[in-house]
């Protein structure tokens, strides 16, 4: 069988950038059994309620759902189980005190696999007040409008 490259999406985490203020961004490894990564290959995940927490040293995937492998056996996973994140020890080491100050967390951001290993985009965050989820949605929209009149110009100026 031919060695993958690239890389394949399996689960976004939208809610994430939405709710907080993304300030740094970490690629890491998983631990996980046979079945995850069967269920995972499928495309089946959720990321929504997940977060990372730092203990003893070693840095764990909460609350991220990989349903069970529909033709699994006795052998199958639990669905919301903690998985061990593999991460240099500097990094963890960082993003433990960061994640101690006020207001920040950890928390995934993407899964996918990269050139057939599964791996996880974490990010460091500050969570975002409600004034400025509604400022994000605003420029949003405004640049929205702003590209809508520009193609509409383009295609005035074509015909």
């Known amino acids: 069988m031919a060695k993958e490259k690239g890389?394949?999406?399996?689960?976004?985490?939208k809610k994430a950038?939405?709710?907080?203020?993304?300030?740094?961004?970490?690629?890491?490894?998983?631990?996980?059994?046979?079945?995850e990564v069967k269920s995972?290959?499928?495309?089946?995940?959720?990321?929504?309620?997940?977060?990372?927490?730092?203990?003893?040293?070693?840095?764990w995937l909460h609350n991220v759902h990989v349903p069970e492998y529909s033709q699994g056996t006795w052998t199958n996973h639990s669905a919301r189980r903690k998985r061990k994140l593999l991460m240099h020890r500097a990094e963890i080491d960082k993003l433990e005190s960061k994640s101690q100050e006020t207001g920040h967390t950890v928390v995934p951001l993407a899964l996918y696999f990269k050139d057939g290993r599964a791996k996880v985009e974490i990010a460091l965050a500050k969570g975002k007040k409600e004034y400025d989820k509604r400022q994000t949605l605003r420029e949003k929209q405004d640049r929205r409008e702003a590209e809508r009149a520009i193609s509409a110009v383009k295609r005035r100026q074509r015909a």
Not at 18 to 32: F, K, M, R, S
Request: charged share 25%.
């Open 7 to 13: 890389r394949k999406l399996i689960a976004q985490n």
């Open 17 to 35: 950038r939405h709710d907080y203020h993304i300030l740094d961004t970490y690629e890491c490894g998983l631990v996980l059994t046979g079945t």
């Open 40 to 59: 995972l290959r499928q495309g089946r995940a959720s990321l929504v309620d997940g977060f990372v927490q730092i203990d003893g040293h070693e840095a």
